[in-house]
């Protein structure tokens, strides 16, 4: 079975440019989590998309956004990038809310922001 | 404060060794809990899941206490593969917050 994929792994944009990252989760999960990890930091919650509707999201400007597909496929834009936007991207998926809550995570999109 | 709060470390450690990490979590609601391994530039998996009972999965004994709100991995017989980071994770309202991790170095 596959697992859940990412794209692209690896990146690099400019100030100001804007970024699409994909995430295909599991065959039969539902929901999609979007985390951003910076260098030496811990995983900060970014969103939440569950049955193609945003769910939740965590402390981070507008011009972080996303959506998530009626394939449970998902995209998380940035826009108006700036150097603390480099981080490695992570995308999770689960069964949904009735799961145990387990994650399970792609191996990311790391991003440059020069 | 922080949502969950973890010891960095590193933990050095030799081969053989027992060694345990706390983690505190502070939103008394939180519902479910983790520990996840994350190896150096790789994405987190799951360790095991820690239930108030305790549980053991070879190895690693985890452990909750809900009244301190903490949480405890326990791992016996160190091997060098277990070098890795270890995250804290607590879950609340279906959203899963994650420790920054402690990191844990065995050495020959």
């Known amino acids: 079975e596959a697992g859940v994929t990412q794209s692209p792994t690896h990146l690099i944009k400019t100030r100001g440019q804007q970024v699409t990252l994909r995430c295909s989760p599991i065959?039969?999960?539902?929901?999609v989590y979007w985390y951003q990890q910076a260098l030496g930091l811990g995983l900060q919650f970014l969103l939440w998309?569950?049955?193609?509707?945003?769910?939740n999201r965590g402390n981070f400007p507008p011009r972080f956004s996303g959506r998530q597909f009626p394939n449970y496929s998902s995209e998380l834009n940035v826009n108006a990038l700036e150097l603390e936007d480099s981080a490695l991207y992570l995308c999770?998926?689960?069964?949904?809310?009735?799961?145990?809550?387990?994650?399970?995570f792609g191996e990311g999109s790391r991003l440059t922001v020069l | 404060r922080k949502e969950v709060e973890q010891d960095p470390g590193p933990f050095n450690v030799p081969e053989g060794a027992t060694v345990a990490f706390n983690c505190t979590y502070s939103?008394?609601?939180?519902?479910?809990f983790f520990w996840y391994r994350q190896d150096c530039r790789k994405e987190p998996k799951l360790l095991m899941s820690?239930?108030?009972s305790g549980n053991e999965d070879g190895r690693f004994t985890a452990q909750l206490n809900r009244a301190s709100q903490y949480i405890s991995l326990l791992i016996r017989d160190s091997k060098l593969s277990d070098s890795a980071t270890y995250l804290c994770?607590?879950?609340?309202?279906?959203?899963?917050?994650f420790g920054r991790g402690t990191s844990l170095i065995v050495h020959p």
């Open positions: 994770v607590v879950r609340r309202s279906y959203i899963p917050t």
């Open positions: 939103n008394s609601a939180s519902q479910s």
């Open positions: 065959s039969g999960h539902t929901s």
């Open positions: 820690v239930y108030s």
């Open positions: 999770a998926s689960s069964p949904g809310t009735g799961g145990t809550g387990e994650l399970f």
């Open positions: 998309y569950d049955e193609g509707e945003e769910r």
